[in-house]
């Protein structure tokens, strides 16, 4: 995949994803299945042979300070997209509606697009809502960064002594003719997709599935309405073990 074009393949994979679980079928899907949407961008319940995350290193001088700036900016910036219209009528699209998830992604293209080439964070590439009711809660944000990105360059953007940001790697997508493989009935295991057991090119290859090194590029969730810096910059799983609901 060409790291200036990362998109490209996102909007494969998720034509594939939808088109290939219609709504009565992800109603029914098991648990783990269940969550392969929300896994796709967020990182929960990822198997590791498919994720890949930076780790927390040592405080830097303004690394605090430049955290919560960016928060700050992120905050003011997405307050308008509680009400989840403004965000659709502005053009971000819900990533795969009608799969349950814990958290659903409105992503926008265009600021996909520049987030390849540079970081604001008044434009986060996605926002992040939880479902309630007959709408959307919006609980934060999520930032993207192209896979060529190596420490520095994701420190430049966000410190990466207040986040961990984590990418998809080693996506086996089945057959085209085989495309509900990725939902497997009853208590089969996955092989294919982002909770499937196949993570190599040589397996994925024995299984008649497309293989991909590497999905999507980086990304780190905000939550910027929280008020302790690890609840800022942590996962929505980590949310879910502390019993959060949002802000």
Known sequence: MSARHPFVLRATLVAVLATSAPASRAQSMPGGDMHSADGAMSGDMMPMAHMKMTTLG??????AVRAAAIADTLRGAIEKYRNYH??????FVIFMPKIPQRVYHFTSRPNAFRSIFSFDPARPTSLLYRKTGGGYTL????????NRYGPKDLDARVPLSMAEWHMHRN?????????????PSGDAPPLFGFQ?????????KAAGGRFHATVFGWMVHVSPWETDPAKVWGTHEDEEERGATGH
């Open 139 to 146: 609980v934060g944000a999520m930032f993207t960064a192209p």
């Open 196 to 204: 499937g057991s196949i993570a190599t090119d040589s397996a994925c």
């Open 171 to 183: 996506l086996c997508m089945p057959p085209k003719d085989r495309e509900l493989a990725l939902y």
């Open 58 to 63: 040592p405080a830097h001088a303004g690394d």
């Open 86 to 91: 403004v965000a659709l009528d502005e053009g």
